[in-house]
Structures are given as C-alpha cells and as structure tokens.
C-alpha cells in the first residue's frame, strides 16, 4: 500500500495566489485591450497607416488568445480546491477507520475474526 501525505491547506493557498494572479493578469489585459488594437498611423501615408494596421492586428491577435485561455486558470484553481477537498475527506476518513479499528481490536483478538 502507498501512502500520499498532502496538507489540505497547503493546497488551499495556492489556490487563493492564482486567483489573485489571474485577477490581475485579466485586468491587465482588459486595460490593454485599446491600446493595442486601436494604434494611430504615425503620418498619413499609406505606409503608416498599413504598420499601424498590422500591428493592431497583432493586439487583435493577442486579445483573441487571451480570451480563448481566460478560463483556464479558474477551472485550475477549481481543480486545486477539489483535490484539497479529497485529501481532506480522505485525511477523515483513514483517522474514522484507524479509530474504529482500534475500539475492535479487543472484540476481534477474542473471536479471532479478522
């Protein structure tokens, strides 16, 4: 039999940093949404406004993908707070049996029932 030792709490934590973390990055981004996608030519010559273009297309590009693994951090998050559940129950589940077999070890010594 293995045994897994992990500290609920210890998960719990960095659970609560990346959702932080993902609350600022998500501000961020939001805050840099315009900047990047809506650039002025720098003159007004096709040149110019053909560089600006392309590089919004880059912030347009960027704001996509940003979007598309937004909420791949929460669910993260998510899955720490559930494993910490599990260890948990787990953690009070093996202390229940180590209890009950202890409170039957006397019965099954007697009736030699293992």
């Keep these: ?3 897994v030792v992990a500290a609920p709490d210890m998960l719990a934590a960095p659970a609560a940093d990346l959702a932080r ?3 600022a990055l998500s501000a961020v981004n939001a805050a840099a949404s315009a900047p990047t996608t809506a650039l002025a030519a720098a003159a007004e010559d096709e040149v110019s406004a053909a560089i600006a273009a392309l590089f919004g297309s880059y912030g347009e ?9 937004a909420g791949f951090p929460d ?5 720490l707070a559930a494993g910490a559940g599990s260890y948990a129950s787990t953690e009070a589940a093996n202390a229940a049996q180590n209890l009950l077999n202890a409170v039957n070890a006397p ?3 007697l009736s030699d029932v293992h």
């Design 1 to 3: 039999m293995s045994f």
């Design 21 to 23: 973390i993902n609350s």
């Design 107 to 109: 019965t099954q010594a």
């Design 61 to 69: 590009a960027y704001q996509t993908m940003t979007a598309q693994v």
């Design 75 to 79: 669910r993260f998050v998510q899955a």
